[in-house]
């Protein structure tokens, strides 16, 4: 099964959304996306957790 995630899951004004086939590969691209388009966000293990929370399996 794919994994999606959106930005505008987590609250965020923000139209960014990716899928990927792994957890892993999702959770790259969404590091790759916070570092570019929301650079003053910290990232925490909640942060983490939170996001992983987010992931759809469509």
Known sequence: MTKNISCAD???DCNW???AET???LLEK???HAKED???ME???EMVGKIKSLI???
Request: aromatic share 0%.
């Open 56 to 58: 759809k399996e469509v």
């Open 17 to 19: 959304s990716s899928s």
């Open 30 to 32: 969404v590091a790759q």
């Open 43 to 45: 990232i925490t293990p």
């Open 10 to 12: 987590s609250g965020a």
């Open 38 to 40: 929301h650079p003053d």
């Open 23 to 25: 957890e892993e590969q």
